[in-house]
């Protein structure tokens, strides 16, 4: 590279910021088939007891990334972080392990180092509760003239919540004294610790450094501490910023991600934890959706998705993948992540190659997809959009941050979740009305053992104001369903709040009359027991709780202290001195320990190196064998590394991967908001939501400053806003910026008559600088023309470094293979050159 003046250092840092300002033009349509109007709740059949309520948190991170994709919203810019070279670590690491005779092992990861930041706690004039009374804003409410009235105004109790931009009158509760303080200070500080066993990452060397263009995160976002900006952010590898803004509704707490390093991964993100919820009674729930949200900021969020990695440190090709469902009836989108998968076909025993991903929420058919697990199929994981106290962490979860490319994960971390286990592939891929046992539900008249026997429940069927939308009417009536949207209104037997078999300070007492019992090794069972010389009152349910323990490969149960042993496969058994039977599940509903082996699976799990279909696994790069359980150098390191005798490829500088096939960039690359894949600094036209390349011609029409321009170049793609008003404001605040600084003395585009030459190729490369052609793939933007940066140079007298070549190609460029042009007609080149050389000359 050609040595770099002063001068085109400011260039860089102006591009910089520009190509942050096309984030900054996202746009989101309405989606389409939204359900209309809100429908409520009337009239249920006949409800036998309470119904099980926990206090959950409804998180609104979807509605967020919706509102950052907003015109005028940033979602998050790029600062490049120095990672340690391989080879260092490798030198200490080794050093210790050739004298037991165990290789080397190239593994750089360390747990993963989060800095909390509380600075911004309490400290915003217009966002914080400070005093009861106060009134402050949620999003970004319209200011008011006259000063009294401010709406609209916020209903803290809406549910479902709003988020919608409103002015919030503060009460004693959203004001974070020190008690909650402290509540906060420890809930997070539990939180880093868990993703600390959790999850490894490569560390960042030396400083974590941050760029601080602009706030970071949502709802005013907080201002980057200076010093972080210039010093860096010493033993971290993911700074949260911490706030206490109240919310609305039950959204405890909410977080985004707004700074990413070259490589995608998240190091600085926004956490907000409402005041009001941080009482001692909500600690559990709090836990719980701290782990959720800040599983947001690392990764689990839709835009993230376009930055994964494979194994080679690539970008993956393919994240999720959307498609109509026949067997559903609608759209659904699904994560196709290759450890998503493998881990999803063990918890379901789905081994058929029907099973292609696991889904990803639809909102309950609102159109959108988003950043969570479908509840219909993962219901009490903590990555579904509700969370409570009975919150888990599965496997699943774990997988889809280790896919991501960015992260190692301890999977001993992951929590059992037991819905849907082993029920085979038809349980993932068939409408709910197709489930079987306690998972489906047909008539409110009945009650039953809900899916993992723990308690008795009932069946909650509700009528709704309005129609359901087609694919969820599983009853005659449109508009009868289950209760909850989010799990695609399926109709499964729910808990009696008063109704588990395990809690013994349980509101109901156990009934003697039918040999009941509660406790930890209680479960539901079906049951007509009935002690001799008494009868089941009309009112008592076909089910019970009774104990049980697995012994010698059998289930046993006991009534009154009398242990019987089960058929092997369930069945009745009588007990003495009671009428009736008492039904046995099957061995294995309750003492399953190892995977059920069910149908196509693979013995040693193709040891979880590999995913398993029919019967046979087939190995993730890296491993091989018939059990994929060696580790192999794929292409033998590519020439690009040396291959260690237990399979572990150690590359050379300059490239990376799981084979070394992978080239790293110059770290200027995400300076200009690129991102680097295999060695090239990309800027995608789908990092920019909203965006797409787009027949260029049919921008035209929408253009008003740069259509003349872009009138010379119709052959082909641009990457550009996909709605038209976007890309009137993408000219106002990207392309009429540039132009300014390509300007000498900043004239302004209003006087560009009487500025000649300089003026129109200043303006034709803000317009290709602002709006590059697409590739023949129609993503990756093209360059800018070498030669259309040598002709501003010459018509402007300009300093501009052409050389650069992450943002110009290189001299070589051939036809069509970047965007704009140089060499201009006949009548040009003449007056550029007399202006050439002019300039040259008075510079002299
Ligand atoms: C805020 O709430 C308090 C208490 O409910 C009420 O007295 C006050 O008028 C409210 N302020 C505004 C501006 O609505
Ligand atoms: C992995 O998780 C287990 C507990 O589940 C924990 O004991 C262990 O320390 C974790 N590993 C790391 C490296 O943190
Ligand atoms: C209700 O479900 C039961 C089994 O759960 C089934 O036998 C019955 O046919 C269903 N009734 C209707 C009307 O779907
Ligand atoms: C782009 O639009 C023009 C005119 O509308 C049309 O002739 C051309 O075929 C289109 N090109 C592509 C690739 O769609
Ligand atoms: C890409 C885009 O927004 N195109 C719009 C430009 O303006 C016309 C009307 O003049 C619209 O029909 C296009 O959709």
């Given at each position: 590279?050609k040595?770099?003046?002063?001068?085109?250092m400011?260039?860089?840092?102006?591009?910089v910021?520009?190509?942050?300002l096309?984030?900054?033009?996202?746009?989101?349509?309405a989606?389409d088939?939204?359900?209309s109007?809100?429908l409520s709740?009337?009239?249920n059949?006949?409800?036998?007891?309470n119904s099980?309520?926990f206090?959950?948190h409804s998180c609104i991170?979807?509605?967020?990334?919706?509102q950052r994709r907003?015109?005028?919203?940033?979602?998050?810019?790029?600062?490049p972080?120095n990672?340690?070279?391989h080879d260092?670590?490798r030198f200490?690491?080794?050093?210790?392990?050739t004298?037991l005779?165990?290789?080397p092992?190239v593994?750089?990861m360390?747990?993963i180092?989060?800095y909390?930041?509380?600075?911004?706690?309490?400290h915003s004039?217009d966002?914080d509760?400070?005093?009861?009374?106060?009134i402050?804003?949620?999003?970004?409410p319209p200011m008011?003239s006259a000063?009294?009235i401010?709406l609209?105004?916020?209903?803290?109790?809406t549910?479902?919540?709003?988020?919608a931009d409103?002015?919030?009158?503060?009460?004693?509760?959203?004001i974070s004294e020190?008690?909650?303080?402290?509540r906060?200070h420890?809930a997070?500080?539990?939180?880093a610790?868990?993703f600390?066993?959790?999850l490894?990452?490569?560390?960042v060397?030396?400083?974590?450094?941050?760029?601080?263009?602009?706030?970071?995160g949502q709802?005013?976002?907080v201002?980057?501490?200076?010093?972080y900006v210039e010093?860096g952010v010493?033993?971290?590898?993911?700074?949260?910023?911490?706030?206490?803004?109240p919310?609305?509704?039950?959204?405890?707490?909410?977080a985004v991600?707004c700074?990413?390093?070259?490589?995608?991964?998240?190091?600085?993100?926004?956490?907000?934890?409402?005041?009001?919820?941080?009482?001692?009674?909500?600690?559990?729930?709090l836990s719980a959706t701290?782990?959720?949200?800040?599983?947001h900021?690392?990764?689990f969020?839709?835009h993230a998705f376009?930055?994964?990695?494979?194994?080679?440190?690539r970008?993956?090709?393919?994240?999720?993948?959307?498609s109509m469902?026949e067997k559903l009836?609608?759209?659904?989108?699904r994560?196709?992540?290759?450890?998503v998968?493998?881990?999803?076909?063990?918890?379901?025993?789905?081994?058929?190659e029907?099973f292609?991903?696991?889904?990803?929420?639809?909102?309950g058919g609102?159109?959108?997809?988003?950043?969570?697990?479908?509840?219909?199929?993962?219901m009490n994981?903590?990555?579904?959009?509700?969370?409570d106290?009975?919150?888990?962490?599965s496997?699943?979860t774990?997988?889809?941050l280790?896919?991501?490319?960015?992260y190692?994960?301890?999977?001993?971390?992951?929590d059992?979740?037991?819905?849907?286990?082993?029920?085979?592939t038809?349980?993932?891929t068939?409408?709910c009305?197709?489930w079987k046992?306690?998972?489906?539900c047909?008539?409110t008249?009945?009650?039953g053992?809900?899916?993992n026997?723990?308690?008795?429940g009932?069946?909650?069927i509700?009528s709704?104001s309005g129609d359901l939308p087609?694919w969820a009417?599983?009853f005659?009536?449109?508009?009868k369903?289950g209760?909850?949207s989010?799990a695609?209104y399926?109709?499964?037997?729910?808990a009696y709040?008063?109704?588990s078999c395990t809690d013994?300070n349980s509101?109901?007492?156990p009934?003697r009359?039918?040999?009941?019992?509660r406790?930890?090794?209680?479960?539901?069972?079906?049951?007509?027991l009935v002690?001799?010389g008494?009868v089941?009152?009309?009112?008592?349910?076909g089910?019970?709780?009774y104990?049980?323990?697995?012994?010698n490969?059998?289930?046993?149960?006991?009534?009154d202290?009398?242990?019987k042993v089960?058929?092997?496969d369930?069945g009745?058994?009588?007990?003495?001195?009671?009428?009736g039977q008492l039904m046995c599940p099957?061995y294995?509903?309750?003492?399953?320990?190892?995977?059920?082996?069910?149908h196509?699976y693979c013995s040693g799990?193709c040891?979880?190196?590999?995913d398993c279909i029919?019967?046979k696994?087939?190995?993730f790069l890296?491993f091989?064998?018939?059990?994929?359980?060696?580790r192999?150098?794929?292409?033998?390191?590519?020439g690009?590394?040396t291959?260690?005798?237990?399979?572990?490829c150690?590359?050379?500088s300059g490239?990376t991967?799981i084979?070394?096939s992978?080239?790293v960039?110059?770290?200027?690359?995400?300076?200009?908001g690129?991102v680097?894949?295999?060695g090239i600094c990309?800027?995608?036209c789908?990092?920019?939501a909203g965006?797409?390349?787009q027949?260029s011609s049919?921008?035209?029409?929408?253009?008003s400053?740069c259509?003349d321009?872009?009138v010379?170049?119709?052959v082909?793609?641009?990457c550009?806003?996909?709605?038209?008003s976007?890309l009137?404001?993408l000219?106002?605040a990207?392309v009429?910026p540039?132009?300014?600084?390509?300007?000498?003395?900043?004239?302004?585009?209003?006087?560009?008559?009487?500025?000649?030459?300089c003026a129109?190729?200043?303006?034709?490369?803000?317009?290709w600088?602002?709006?590059q052609?697409?590739d023949?793939?129609g993503?990756?933007?093209?360059?800018?023309?070498?030669s259309?940066c040598?002709?501003y140079?010459?018509?402007?007298?300009?300093?501009?470094?052409?050389?650069?070549q992450?943002?110009?190609s290189?001299e070589e460029?051939?036809e069509g293979q970047?965007?704009g042009?140089?060499d201009?007609?006949p009548?040009w080149?003449?007056?550029?050159?007399s202006?050439?050389?002019?300039?040259?000359l008075?510079?002299?």
């Amino acid at each position: 590279m050609k040595a770099v003046g002063g001068n085109s250092m400011k260039w860089r840092a102006y591009f910089v910021i520009d190509l942050l300002l096309i984030e900054l033009l996202l746009c989101v349509k309405a989606s389409d088939g939204e359900l209309s109007g809100h429908l409520s709740h009337s009239g249920n059949g006949p409800v036998l007891r309470n119904s099980h309520i926990f206090s959950s948190h409804s998180c609104i991170h979807d509605e967020i990334i919706h509102q950052r994709r907003r015109p005028g919203r940033k979602e998050y810019s790029v600062s490049p972080q120095n990672y340690k070279q391989h080879d260092s670590s490798r030198f200490s690491y080794a050093k210790g392990r050739t004298l037991l005779g165990v290789p080397p092992k190239v593994n750089t990861m360390k747990s993963i180092r989060i800095y909390l930041n509380y600075d911004a706690v309490g400290h915003s004039q217009d966002r914080d509760c400070r005093s009861v009374g106060d009134i402050v804003k949620l999003g970004e409410p319209p200011m008011s003239s006259a000063l009294r009235i401010r709406l609209p105004v916020c209903d803290p109790h809406t549910d479902p919540p709003l988020f919608a931009d409103c002015w919030y009158n503060c009460t004693l509760e959203d004001i974070s004294e020190e008690d909650k303080k402290r509540r906060l200070h420890k809930a997070l500080g539990q939180t880093a610790d868990w993703f600390k066993k959790t999850l490894s990452v490569e560390p960042v060397k030396g400083n974590l450094r941050l760029s601080g263009y602009s706030a970071c995160g949502q709802d005013g976002g907080v201002q980057l501490p200076h010093e972080y900006v210039e010093d860096g952010v010493a033993n971290a590898d993911l700074v949260l910023l911490v706030t206490t803004r109240p919310t609305t509704g039950n959204t405890l707490a909410w977080a985004v991600a707004c700074e990413r390093d070259q490589w995608g991964r998240a190091i600085a993100g926004h956490v907000n934890v409402a005041p009001r919820h941080l009482t001692e009674e909500a600690e559990t729930l709090l836990s719980a959706t701290l782990i959720h949200e800040v599983m947001h900021v690392l990764g689990f969020d839709s835009h993230a998705f376009a930055h994964f990695r494979d194994e080679r440190k690539r970008r993956r090709v393919q994240v999720t993948a959307r498609s109509m469902d026949e067997k559903l009836g609608r759209m659904v989108t699904r994560v196709v992540l290759p450890r998503v998968i493998m881990h999803s076909r063990h918890h379901y025993g789905a081994y058929s190659e029907n099973f292609a991903g696991l889904e990803l929420e639809d909102g309950g058919g609102r159109g959108t997809s988003g950043s969570h697990w479908e509840k219909r199929l993962l219901m009490n994981e903590i990555m579904t959009g509700s969370v409570d106290t009975r919150s888990v962490v599965s496997k699943m979860t774990l997988a889809l941050l280790e896919d991501s490319g960015w992260y190692h994960v301890n999977y001993s971390m992951a929590d059992n979740l037991d819905w849907g286990q082993n029920q085979g592939t038809e349980f993932v891929t068939s409408p709910c009305d197709h489930w079987k046992g306690a998972y489906h539900c047909n008539t409110t008249q009945l009650s039953g053992c809900t899916y993992n026997r723990e308690a008795e429940g009932y069946c909650p069927i509700v009528s709704y104001s309005g129609d359901l939308p087609q694919w969820a009417r599983y009853f005659p009536q449109a508009n009868k369903g289950g209760q909850s949207s989010l799990a695609d209104y399926c109709a499964y037997l729910v808990a009696y709040s008063d109704g588990s078999c395990t809690d013994v300070n349980s509101a109901r007492a156990p009934d003697r009359m039918l040999g009941e019992i509660r406790g930890s090794i209680s479960r539901c069972m079906t049951s007509s027991l009935v002690r001799s010389g008494f009868v089941r009152g009309s009112l008592t349910q076909g089910n019970g709780c009774y104990e049980h323990k697995c012994r010698n490969n059998y289930l046993e149960v006991a009534v009154d202290g009398v242990w019987k042993v089960c058929p092997y496969d369930g069945g009745p058994v009588q007990f003495s001195g009671f009428n009736g039977q008492l039904m046995c599940p099957a061995y294995h509903e309750l003492c399953g320990t190892s995977p059920v082996q069910s149908h196509g699976y693979c013995s040693g799990s193709c040891n979880f190196n590999g995913d398993c279909i029919e019967g046979k696994c087939s190995c993730f790069l890296g491993f091989r064998g018939d059990d994929c359980s060696k580790r192999t150098c794929p292409g033998n390191c590519n020439g690009h590394g040396t291959c260690h005798h237990d399979g572990y490829c150690d590359c050379k500088s300059g490239f990376t991967g799981i084979d070394c096939s992978t080239a790293v960039c110059d770290e200027q690359c995400s300076l200009h908001g690129g991102v680097c894949d295999n060695g090239i600094c990309e800027f995608r036209c789908s990092d920019y939501a909203g965006y797409t390349c787009q027949n260029s011609s049919k921008l035209l029409s929408n253009l008003s400053i740069c259509q003349d321009v872009l009138v010379e170049d119709t052959v082909g793609q641009h990457c550009a806003p996909s709605e038209g008003s976007v890309l009137q404001q993408l000219e106002v605040a990207v392309v009429i910026p540039n132009y300014n600084r390509l300007m000498p003395g900043g004239r302004t585009l209003l006087n560009i008559l009487d500025n000649g030459f300089c003026a129109s190729a200043a303006k034709r490369l803000a317009c290709w600088i602002s709006i590059q052609r697409c590739d023949q793939d129609g993503d990756n933007r093209l360059r800018v023309c070498h030669s259309a940066c040598r002709s501003y140079n010459a018509a402007c007298g300009a300093g501009l470094d052409c050389s650069d070549q992450t943002l110009f190609s290189d001299e070589e460029e051939g036809e069509g293979q970047c965007t704009g042009y140089g060499d201009v007609k006949p009548w040009w080149v003449h007056r550029i050159k007399s202006i050439y050389s002019r300039n040259a000359l008075s510079e002299r």
